[in-house]
Structures are given as C-alpha cells and as structure tokens.
C-alpha cells in the first residue's frame, strides 16, 4: 500500500478559486440566461502587446531553423538577455546592484512563492498576513511546516499570523513572536494596501535583528503610483542581506498564460543548517531550480526581453493604465453606492467591506445573485478578511462599467 502525503488532508476545502470557479459554474448551470460579469480571479483580460508579439514570432522563426534552434535553456538561471534586461531596467535605475547569477528566470510568481519553502527545514516558523494569497499557507501546510486546521478560528496551528485590519491600516505589525520566514507582499494581494519605505525599513531591521528571511512579493509595483513607495525590498537599506524578491510577467505584461517571472536571491542572504554552519540561499535555490525545473521557454523569455524595449515600455505602461482606470471606476461607483472602499491607488485590486456586516460569502452569493458579477470573498484569503471583499481591474473597460452600473441599481443594500 502506498502512503499518501497526510499533510494534504489538513487542508480545508478546495483552493479559494477553484471554489468561486465551482459556484459560478453551478449559479450558470442554473441561470443560463445571466450575462455574468467577474471581477474575481485576477486574470488579465487584454492581449499581449504588439512588441511582444512580435518578439514571439521572430523566436518562433529561430525555433524552425537550425542554425538558431535553442533545446535545453541555461542550467538553473535563464538566458543572459533577459537576465541582463531585467538587472538594468528594474534595478539599476532604483540604485540596486545585482550580480547576473543572483536572478533566476522561472514560469511564474505564485510557483516561485510556493517552492521557495523547500529549501528551509520544517522546523522554521512562518509568519504571514491576514489576509494572505492563499498559496503562501497552503505549500507549507502541504510540507508539514504547520499545525493542525482549527475550524472556529480557522487557523492552522504553529503559524504566526499577522492581521492586516482596518485598525493599522491593512498594514501587518511586527510580529511579538520571533518568525523565521516572513512573507510580506507589497503592493498588496487581496487588500490592495501598500508600504512606505519608512514602514518596510522596520520590516528589514526586524529580520537582520532576528536572523529572518523575508520573502517579498512585489508581483504589482508596476501598478504603484505614489512616490514613497518603494518597487523594491533591496530599495533598503541592509535588505540584500535578508530578503529574497519574487516578480512576475503576468499582471505587468498580460503573461498570465505565457508565463514569465523571476526570483532574485542575493548571494549574501544566508540561513543555518542542522550543524550551525551558515549557507548561501542562492546555491540552495539554484540546486532545487537545476534538479526539479528545465526552465522557461526560449520564445516566452524573448517575449519577456520585449517588455523592456521602449516600445515594450511605452505599451505595456498603456496596459497598466487601462487597469488602473478601470481601479479608479470600481472605486467611485462602489463610493458612490455608499460602500466603504481600500485599495486601488497603487494596486489593480479594491478591498470593499461588505455592507451590513455581512458575511464574505454570503455577499459573494447576493452580489452573484442580484448582479450577476463574480468578486472573490475576503474570507477566502484568511480569518481576518472575512466580512470584506475583493473586486479586480483587469476586466475591460465596458464590463467594469456595466458591472458597477449593476452594483448601483440592482444590489440590494
């Protein structure tokens, strides 16, 4: 008899989205004639842009010839090019030196974010906030990282969680607790709340006075439109020597079926082993990317390099606006309709309460049933996030406004 992985069972439930995809599908099944909208799941919705089109073609026309056929990418890192776009574009500018070996091409944020965990033993204590992307906590759970599922507080035992509430600003505070891995994601997923370097640097002195390792999401800086915002953990100062940085194609660049990211681990982020001696991170990621991943296609890391170019630039900050528009329209209506509103400024994400006081998922089934618009409930991302709501941006244009247009005449508040 084979043995199952017993930590699997812990978790409760489907994934958040798989659950929401499961009551759209049954609510059509049986409703066929609703026009349902959804500002849930936060897919793109808009085409990948011309320059990186084309870049895709002229990749495909070396994949057909011989003489430019690429088999196997670069061992464990990606190929030079994008590495060296993403070094100058992305970092340099912001006064952050990375070595080229210190990026890892990879097919995506929310892989990276979960197969980070396995180059840390089981014994490390994890703090994350509350709410969180969900893929955060579930991988740990899956390794064995955590305790048992509490049902009435649902919460996982042995995990530190951080709430993030309308009290401190959907912002997490230190933890009173010493943690050893610390996932922080700014601009933030689901609430939309973003950090000052002010606040971020208490983050870093935290984790060098506490030998931590912070694990930065920064999926959404391209959405950032405040100044004192930093795009960056390494933007502070003492961060290369803690945190390791995720970023991704998908939301910046339309990727989210391409499927492009990057991880950066500098070489001087260092944990202990068993025996007490201190170990690069960066090696110990580059040997779980060389054994368990063959890399990110050559035609999906050329149409990465295409963002950079100054067409790539000037089209892709055209998408990001289209978005951020859209943000600004979810906004106001949701305002207007006497809903109080986070989020939206410097992330594609708007953080509702939901009216009344009402329950996460029962607001998912009035606004689905009344609207026929698809949101994702709060409670769904962690036990403090229940009793509010997220919508996303990245619709288009028309149905975000006929779906705020619905939320104003037809809910029910």
């Known amino acids: 008899m084979a ?12 994934y958040l989205f798989a659950e929401i995809a499961k009551r759209r599908t049954n609510f059509a099944k049986a409703h066929p004639e609703a026009d349902i909208i959804s500002l849930g799941i936060g897919d793109v919705t808009r085409p990948l842009q011309p320059e990186i089109i084309d870049s895709i073609h002229r990749a495909a026309d070396e994949m057909a010839d011989a003489k430019t056929f690429k088999g196997y990418g670069p061992d464990g890192y990606g190929y ?14 912001r006064g952050v030196s990375l070595a080229p070996d210190e990026v890892f091409i990879s097919d995506g944020a929310k892989s990276d974010t979960a197969n980070i965990q396995e180059i840390f033993g089981l014994n490390n204590v994890v703090a994350l906030t509350d709410p969180v992307y969900p893929v955060y906590l579930d991988s740990n759970v899956m390794a064995g990282r955590t305790g048992e599922y509490d049902s009435e507080s649902r919460r996982f035992a042995g995990v530190v969680y951080m709430p993030c509430t309308l009290e401190n600003g959907f912002l997490p505070e230190l933890p009173q607790q010493r943690a050893d891995l610390i996932y922080l994601c700014f601009p933030n997923n689901p609430t939309g709340a973003a950090i000052t370097r002010e606040q971020l640097q208490k983050w870093v002195d935290y984790a060098r006075q506490n030998n931590s390792i912070i694990l930065y999401d920064s999926a959404y800086e391209a959405y950032i439109t405040e100044p004192d915002i930093p795009h960056s953990i390494y933007e502070i100062e003492g961060a290369k020597n803690v945190a390791i940085e995720f970023r991704s194609f998908s939301k910046t660049a339309g990727f989210t079926g391409t499927r492009c990211a990057y991880t950066v681990v500098p070489k001087s982020v260092m944990a202990e082993s068993g025996s007490g001696r201190r170990v690069s991170l960066n090696q110990l990621w580059y040997r779980r990317q060389t054994t368990k991943f063959n890399g990110t296609a050559y035609i999906v890391q050329r149409a990465a390099e295409a963002v950079y170019s100054r067409e790539g630039k000037k089209q892709t900050q055209a998408v990001i606006d289209y978005y951020m528009s859209n943000a600004a329209i979810i906004r106001k209506g949701l305002m207007d309709a006497g809903i109080e509103v986070f989020g939206g400024v410097n992330a594609p994400y708007i953080w509702m309460k939901t009216p009344n006081g009402m329950d996460s998922w029962a607001f998912f089934d009035k606004l689905l049933g009344e609207t026929h618009i698809v949101g994702t409930p709060g409670a769904g991302f962690g036990p403090s996030g229940q009793g509010y709501f997220r919508l996303t941006a990245f619709g288009s244009k028309e149905n975000t406004e006929r779906a705020v247009d619905r939320i104003r005449t037809r809910l029910k508040l």
């Open 3 to 14: 043995y199952i992985n017993d930590n699997y069972l812990k978790l409760p439930g489907n």
């Open 80 to 93: 030079d090019f994008l590495i060296k776009a993403v070094i100058e574009n992305d970092y340099k500018p």
